[in-house]
């Protein structure tokens, strides 16, 4: 990104003079003790998702009391970074990763067009909460957060969380409920200060050796580029000397955590800008905060890393880095596309029949009655990954953990 009107090293002398890591002790002790965001049923974040889609999230994700905004929108970005063109390597289709025969069942027409089409955003918006909704029902009178019981039956089906009387014991569906609940905090308007970053200090102090640097589109600091660094290269490097391991591009990075609000910067916190304000889809740059209005940054070819202001007018937002966010990210291939963690398109499904209840067939009547979401018929452009570039080495998805799982999709109890 070529950062316009940006603060040269030396305008930034007095934030400079205090020192950063001083400025990240400040930060720290004053919002410390500071109630951390843990629930996911609130509304959704400022830029969290693509403007078209937020009315329908919104109202989507409160079709019953199990799920939510932040959680809905949560699994559409586990199962496709919001691409209502996405397809899986199974043949999981849309927006929502349904497999075929479970869109038969589940799919519904959300905005009235006579056609329910699993293609469409708001067609498919609608079916992932009418399937969570029919699954929710299915593990009703499991003991256990009923939250937590319906995401295992989205990912194990909803006989294995009845037979073990809560979570299954799978590495796979105990990992997919924690991610998508940990991953729901980047969806979530924070009603609270947010809890400060233990390791921000570090990802900082890592930066600052960087200064000077000269910039390199894709590099990651390997020993075979001299150790030089695009933006969102030196973001994940710096996370990555204090353990925590960050998506490759830019626009990945940014729901790794809570998004504070400008006046709740911290030190640490990543900063993004985007082209469009109102869709996260095209955030193409992004700096560490350092305090004072300024960041440490690898800003364009032909410059170095160096501290530039962040207040300018493609400033959408910051991300506070946790353990459990970044975790919780869905794998990026070298096409593009979207890698879930065990979602519905991800073929981990045990004990799973293949017809509907009758719960679930009313359930879709119902939602059919419903009046429809604002959400265009057209579909937004692709995102946008300028000033970042591909991983240097490939991305593997994630593989089912039990080889015994039989193909397919979780469906309600017949």
């Not at 014991?169 to 998508?180: A, C, M, S």
Request: charged share 15%.
């Amino acid at each position: 990104m070529v950062l316009r009107k940006a603060g040269t090293a030396a305008a930034a002398a007095g934030v400079v003079g205090i020192g950063f890591v001083g400025l990240v002790t400040i930060g720290t002790y004053a919002a410390s003790g500071t109630p951390q965001q843990t629930a996911n049923r609130g509304t959704l974040s400022t830029g969290s998702v693509p403007a078209s889609y937020q009315g329908a999230i919104q109202k989507w994700g409160a079709l019953c009391p199990e799920i939510s905004a932040p959680m809905l929108a949560a699994q559409l970005y586990q199962e496709s970074g919001f691409d209502p063109q996405a397809r899986s390597g199974v043949g999981a289709l849309g927006m929502a990763q349904f497999l075929p025969g479970t869109w038969d069942i589940y799919g519904v027409d959300a905005n009235g067009d006579g056609k329910k089409d699993i293609w469409d955003p708001a067609d498919a918006i609608a079916s992932a909460a009418n399937y969570d909704c029919a699954l929710a029902r299915d593990v009703a009178k499991v003991p256990g957060d009923r939250q937590d019981n319906l995401l295992a039956a989205y990912n194990a089906g909803p006989y294995a969380v009845e037979k073990y009387n809560g979570v299954p014991p799978y590495k796979e569906t105990q990992g997919y409920v924690k991610n998508i609940k940990a991953l729901a905090r980047s969806f979530t308007a924070p009603t609270a200060p947010v809890e400060v970053s233990q390791q921000s200090a570090g990802a900082i102090y890592f930066a600052q050796t960087k200064l000077g640097t000269l910039y390199l589109w894709g590099g990651e600091g390997l020993p075979s580029q001299n150790g030089r660094f695009d933006c969102s290269g030196l973001s994940k490097a710096a996370f990555e000397s204090v353990g925590i391991t960050l998506p490759r591009v830019a626009n990945d990075q940014w729901y790794a955590g809570p998004h504070p609000s400008r006046d709740q910067l911290r030190p640490g916190d990543l900063v993004f800008f985007a082209t469009d304000l109102n869709d996260p889809r095209s955030i193409h740059h992004v700096g560490i905060y350092v305090g004072g209005g300024y960041m440490i940054n690898a800003p364009h070819t032909n410059a170095v890393i160096r501290y530039d202001k962040i207040d300018t007018k493609e400033y959408i937002g910051a991300t506070r880095v946790t353990t459990d966010g970044a975790q919780a990210l869905p794998v990026r291939n070298l096409d593009g596309s979207i890698t879930g963690k065990g979602g519905i398109g991800g073929g981990a499904t045990p004990e799973a029949p293949a017809t509907p209840t009758a719960a679930a067939v009313a359930a879709a009547a119902a939602v059919q009655q419903a009046a429809p979401p604002a959400v265009p018929n057209g579909a937004p452009p692709a995102a946008a990954h300028a000033a970042t570039a591909p991983a240097a080495r490939p991305v593997t998805p994630s593989a089912p953990t039990s080889a015994a799982r039989p193909a397919g999709q979780p469906t309600a109890k017949p």
